[in-house]
């Protein structure tokens, strides 16, 4: 066997290796980990596959009692940007510490007790905020942005030279059964806060035409 096989074998083992992580942030392919449950990125992020079961079940009881309750409900979809590339440049463990720190960041950060945060995917997450007004609710997601940029994580292959992350706020006035298209609007805020630059945050209130149409059938 001579060096130079030697060589090509070592480099398609190294390909590989790169190709199976890649795969691995594929959310339907992956365990769910301790205290997080995975899902398959939804319709709107891009894939055609449902929420996770734990996600739409946390969305549809806060819809539910935000109608009972007569109240608003705001939906915070958080996606780390570029985090393929994160990957690729610094290697799975990084990978995975960068995914742990912004993890607690957001966790530490809920307003309140009875809020939570669920894990969609590889590096996107859901917070549901029943109740809250929707300037707490954007200076919520504001609070996020200045602390995933604070931790200082490197990312060579991003412009802002840091790990950033962009956010979708919908809000919404419930009205009867859970509608799907609450998530929908939010993870389109998030692809639209992506083409604009990353590291943003777009809402979208869905209460005025919510109103209009309840006028209209009234």
């Not at 859901?126 to 931790?151: F, G, N, Q, W």
């Amino acid at each position: 066997m001579t060096d130079t096989l030697l060589a090509k074998e070592a480099d398609g083992d190294f390909w590989l290796r790169v190709r199976h992580a890649l795969e691995a942030l594929r959310p339907v392919r992956r365990e769910p980990r301790p205290a997080y449950r995975q899902a398959a990125i939804a319709r709107a992020m891009g894939l055609k596959q449902r929420l996770g079961a734990r996600i739409d079940a946390e969305l549809a009881d806060g819809w539910a009692n935000a109608a009972a309750r007569h109240v608003s409900l705001s939906l915070l979809v958080i996606e780390l940007d570029l985090m393929t590339e994160y990957l690729v440049s610094y290697g799975k463990q990084a990978s995975d510490e960068c995914i742990d720190a912004i993890m607690r960041i957001l966790a530490q950060g809920l307003p309140r007790p009875t809020d939570s945060c669920l894990r969609l995917g590889n590096s996107t997450f859901v917070v549901v905020l029943p109740d809250m007004p929707v300037l707490m609710a954007r200076s919520t997601a504001a609070k996020y942005h200045e602390a995933i940029r604070h931790l200082g994580l490197n990312h060579k292959e991003s412009h802002a030279g840091l790990v950033t992350a962009s956010m979708g706020l919908a809000v919404s006035n419930p009205r009867g059964t859970y509608d799907r298209k609450f998530f929908e609007a939010a993870a389109e805020a998030v692809k639209k806060a992506q083409r604009k630059g990353l590291g943003r945050i777009e809402m979208v209130d869905l209460r005025p035409a919510q109103e209009r149409k309840r006028r209209r059938t009234a």
